[in-house]
T-cell receptor
Framework: ETGVTQSPTHLIKTRGQQVTLRCSSQSGHNTVSWYQQALGQGPQFIFQ???????GRGNFPPRFSGLQFPNYSSELNVNALELDDSALYLC????????????FGSGTRLTVV | TQLLEQSPQFLSIQEGENLTVYCNSS?????LQWYRQEPGEGPVLLVTVVTGGEVKKLKRLTFQFGDARKDSSLHITAAQPGDTGLYLCAGPRGGGSYIPTFGRGTSLIVHP
């Protein structure tokens, strides 16, 4: 059983650019959630996808958008990058949206300069 | 969104010491989860507590859910350097959503 895999592991972008982060969910999991974790903070919920539809969204601006594909993998897109977007971006998958146990990937470390 | 406050924010102890970290809220939670996150990794689920007053043990870790389901604690007995990490509590966001909302975490360092 494979876990959650994220790519790339590290990324450096310039302010104003766009970025796409990718996540492959754990086998059998149809729900993917994305979190942003700034240094010294707990993960902050961005949004969740369930069966290719957005199933909940946190307090993030529209320039944060996402997709889920038929194989349940997912993308997080961020437009017009700002310095404050520098963070660890975590993807988590679960069996169903209401499942207690979330399996997290190791994250993508994004640095905006 | 229901908020979770964790204390202390930082903890630095010697191997063999005992410690307790806390997770508190003014809201009632249907469940709470504890995760441990090591540097460069994502959080790993340790336990889920569901019933008020519930106590769960995981080797040297003891988790308790408050009777009113507004708080939880994690007690570690005879801490080891391998226990070093960020301990996060999480609970459903509320409003019918099961999506976990996280506290800020307690950063624990156990020195050999």
């Amino acid at each position: 059983e494979t876990g959650v895999t994220q790519s790339p592991t590290h990324l450096i972008k310039t302010r104003g650019q766009q970025v796409t982060l990718r996540c492959s969910s754990q086998s059998g999991h149809n729900t993917v959630s994305w979190y942003q974790q700034a240094l010294g903070q707990g993960p902050q919920f961005i949004f969740q996808y369930y069966r290719e539809e957005e199933n909940g969204r946190g307090n993030f601006p529209p320039r944060f958008s996402g997709l889920q594909f038929p194989n349940y993998s997912s993308e997080l897109n961020v437009n017009a990058l700002e310095l404050d977007d520098s963070a660890l971006y975590l993807c988590a998958s679960s069996l169903v949206p209401g499942n207690y146990g979330y399996t997290f990937g190791s994250g993508t470390r994004l640095t905006v300069v | 969104t229901q908020l979770l406050e964790q204390s202390p924010q930082f903890l630095s102890i010697q191997e063999g010491e005992n410690l307790t970290v806390y997770c508190n809220s003014s809201s009632v939670f249907s469940s709470l989860q504890w995760y441990r996150q090591e540097p460069g990794e994502g959080p790993v689920l340790l336990v889920t507590v569901v019933t008020g007053g519930e106590v769960k043990k995981l080797k040297r870790l003891t988790f308790q859910f408050g009777d009113a389901r507004k708080d939880s604690s994690l007690h570690i007995t005879a801490a080891q350097p391998g226990d070093t990490g960020l301990y996060l509590c999480a609970g459903p966001r509320g409003g019918g959503s099961y999506i976990p909302t996280f506290g800020r975490g307690t950063s624990l360092i156990v020195h050999p």
